[in-house]
């Protein structure tokens, strides 16, 4: 399931099924916000968390339980959210995550990890330090079951994944490999098990093969051929009217 903002709305769409339903939208902060949708294994409920970021405000984190209709401000993360990117959370095991910033010291970089049973965040460790990250390029992701950091240097990509959850000394070096095209780190959506690496280079889906160094296009039927912005759906095959309470589907996202 993917969230989505739109100008006049919010919604929750599920791909697989065709449904989507319109949530409560609540006020957009001047400096943008971030978004994380997340499911509650403990509970068996669906949560959609907004950190807000109002000026010189301290951030508020606003959490809507799907089917409630009722936002809830449940404070100030104890982190800075300023500039995050990317903006949409990284959902891994109930828990959201975000790359951060320490409030007591804004050069110090950090993953800020939202437990979505117990609403509460709490700090992990970068595999590198703050210094070593300061004029590189990192992103946070997933790669097979574990919490992965894509970090460049110069014109090589490292994977790192964090083999045991929370333990700073588990951060393990997975994969490198030289960046094919400029700024295709940026955009890098998944790792396959044939060895590939899939992203956008120029608005189009690209294949990267490790061994042979092979960059090709790749064409997926249904997907536009431009492709401004992407992310790695997880399928799921449950119902939103299922999980939506007392609220109301608006329709199908998708036409047959």
């Known amino acids: 399931m993917v969230s989505t903002t739109l100008p006049v709305s919010l919604l929750i769409s599920n791909p697989v099924t065709r449904e989507f339903l319109s949530l409560p939208i609540h006020s957009i902060g001047e400096n943008g916000d971030c978004y994380g949708f997340g499911f509650s294994p403990i509970s068996d409920v669906y949560k959609l968390v907004q950190v807000t970021s109002l000026g010189g405000e301290p951030d508020q984190v606003m959490v809507l339980t799907i089917g409630s209709?009722?936002?809830?401000?449940?404070?100030?993360?104890?982190?800075?959210?300023?500039?995050?990117?990317?903006?949409?959370?990284?959902?891994?095991?109930?828990?959201?995550?975000?790359?951060?910033?320490?409030?007591?010291?804004?050069?110090?970089?950090?993953?800020?990890?939202?437990?979505?049973?117990?609403?509460?965040?709490?700090e992990l460790p970068l595999p590198l330090s703050s210094d070593a990250l300061r004029?590189?390029?990192?992103?946070?992701?997933?790669?097979?079951?574990?919490?992965?950091?894509?970090?460049?240097?110069?014109?090589?990509?490292?994977?790192?994944?964090?083999?045991?959850?929370?333990?700073?000394?588990?951060w393990t070096k997975e994969l490198e490999f030289k960046e094919p095209v400029g700024s295709f780190v940026t955009s890098i959506l998944k790792f396959t098990d044939q060895g590939q690496v899939l992203g956008l280079h120029d608005n189009q889906l690209m294949a990267y093969t490790l061994a042979t160094t092979n960059l090709v296009s790749v064409k997926v039927d249904g997907l536009p051929s431009r492709i401004s912005q992407a992310w790695e759906l997880v399928p799921s095959f449950v119902l939103l009217k299922d999980i939506a309470g007392g609220l109301q589907l608006e329709g199908t996202i998708c036409q047959s």
């Open 135 to 170: 004029r590189t390029y990192f992103k946070l992701g997933v790669l097979k079951g574990w919490l992965s950091v894509i970090h460049k240097v110069n014109d090589v990509i490292i994977v790192w994944v964090m083999k045991d959850y929370g333990v700073k000394e588990s």
């Open 69 to 122: 209709g009722i936002w809830r401000n449940i404070g100030h993360p104890g982190y800075s959210f300023y500039r995050v990117k990317p903006r949409h959370g990284i959902y891994l095991n109930g828990v959201l995550h975000w790359i951060g910033r320490s409030c007591r010291d804004r050069s110090r970089r950090l993953v800020c990890a939202f437990d979505v049973e117990s609403e509460g965040f709490q």
